[in-house]
């Protein structure tokens, strides 16, 4: 199994980029997300989706402005960030679950699958 993210980079204030997350070794219909850590911070949930067509769980901060979307033929999940701000700034990761399958807006505690990490920085 691999989960591999790509698209990050800088970006200035009010830009956007689109986050790619590739998972090979099992189809990517079930539990997926995306969190990210900033330099001395704990890690954070940005969004994350249970099943394709279920309800999606945006942090506050991102809400109104980043969407999680998925490509089941490419097996693959995007997160697309717009008006991004400086305090976006972080590591971004993406992870999967093999088995979790739900329709709710939350995120796992734990998942099975995590990619190595995609560096966002937001700077003018």
């Known amino acids: 199994v691999q989960v591999v993210e790509s698209g990050g980079g800088l970006v200035q204030p009010g830009g956007s980029l689109r986050l790619s997350c590739k998972v090979s070794?099992?189809?990517?219909?079930?539990?997926i997300a995306w969190f990210r850590q900033a330099p001395g911070k704990e890690r954070e949930e940005v969004s994350c989706?249970?099943?394709?067509?279920?309800?999606?769980y945006y942090a506050d901060s991102v809400k109104g402005r980043f969407i999680l979307s998925r490509d089941n033929t490419e097996n693959t999940v995007y997160l697309q960030m717009n008006s991004l701000k400086p305090e976006d700034t972080a590591v971004y990761y993406c992870?999967?679950?093999?088995?979790?399958?739900?329709?709710?807006?939350?995120?796992?505690?734990?998942?099975?699958?995590w990619g190595q990490g995609t560096q966002v920085s937001v700077s003018s």
């Open positions: 992870a999967a679950d093999a088995s979790a399958w739900y329709s709710a807006k939350y995120c796992l505690r734990a998942y099975d699958y």
């Open positions: 070794g099992f189809t990517l219909d079930k539990a």
């Open positions: 989706s249970g099943m394709t067509g279920g309800s999606t």
